[in-house]
């Protein structure tokens, strides 16, 4: 995200790089948390950065949902609560795309917990 600041293509152009409108650019610069998943990994691509962690995270937010299933109710529960997200939400997130703002409210929910 810090190389957006240092970029020289216009919102239109860094758009047409990434496959998406150059208004939406616009918006995601002024509400970073517009900012979703796949967004951040045709970012690293356009700049040349490492996409294997967006991709790893990718694959194990799949994991997550399926492992969540297998898990008894009342501990599904508990952790849907811990990741102030329910399965359903995981499930639309996977199949359409996870935006930045709720990975990181799992991130600091899951920080959060005493270990």
Do not use: T
């Not at 810090?2 to 990434?18: H, I, N, V």
């Not at 951040?40 to 356009?46: C, G, I, M, S, Y």
């Not at 399926?66 to 939400?89: C, F, G, M, V, W």
């Amino acid at each position: 995200m810090w190389r957006l600041r240092e970029c020289s293509l216009s919102d239109e152009q860094l758009g047409l790089a990434l496959g998406v409108s150059g208004n939406a650019i616009r918006n995601r610069r002024s509400k970073p948390d517009l900012w979703k998943l796949s967004d951040v990994e045709r970012l690293a691509a356009h700049f040349s950065l490492p996409v294997a962690a967006s991709i790893q995270l990718g694959h194990s937010l799949q994991e997550l949902s399926a492992q969540l299933r297998a898990l008894p109710d009342a501990e599904r529960r508990h952790i849907e609560r811990q990741l102030l997200l329910k399965i359903s939400q995981i499930d639309l997130y996977n199949r359409s795309d996870w935006p930045v703002r709720h990975l990181l409210k799992m991130y600091q929910a899951l920080a959060a917990v005493p270990h």
